[in-house]
């Protein structure tokens, strides 16, 4: 029997999914579930990435001990956030959250360089104003 633990970190709470596919059958468990709050500071709004580190490992330490173990392990996070890692592998600094006010001039900022249209073109990816293009 093959086992698959899937891990969905959302905007509001993450869960963990253990997939099991025996007899050519899937079932489907949730083994874990957790708030996700953001960490609301003077300088903004950002992820716990500690904390949510601390649930991943929690999930998995429990499809271990009531599981067996998993044989793979996927992670789905939302999509235009991000971290800068230096060379040691350690996070630089707190990871904003798309949620922050910052990046709201940041659109008229950058169609002043690249037109909307061409932006589109390249990206293909619908304007909004926490975009990872505008964040960064």
């Not at 950002?46 to 001990?65: G, H, M, N």
């Not at 235009?80 to 922050?100: E, F, H, L």
């Amino acid at each position: 029997m093959k086992k698959y633990l899937a891990i969905d970190l959302g905007a509001s709470s993450g869960r963990g999914i253990l997939g099991k596919i025996e007899d050519g059958k899937l079932t489907l468990k949730e083994v874990h579930r957790f708030s996700n709050d953001p960490v609301e500071t003077d300088s903004g709004f950002f992820w716990d990435t500690l904390r949510l580190l601390f649930e991943i490992k929690a999930t998995i330490l429990k499809c271990s001990l009531d599981e067996g173990g998993v044989d793979t392990i996927g992670i789905d996070t939302w999509g235009v956030d991000y971290a800068y890692i230096d060379s040691t592998g350690a996070m630089m600094a707190p990871s904003y959250q798309y949620r922050d006010a910052r990046t709201a001039p940041m659109m008229d900022k950058v169609y002043s360089r690249v037109p909307y249209a061409d932006l589109y073109q390249i990206t293909g990816i619908e304007s909004m104003s926490f975009n990872t293009i505008f964040q960064i």
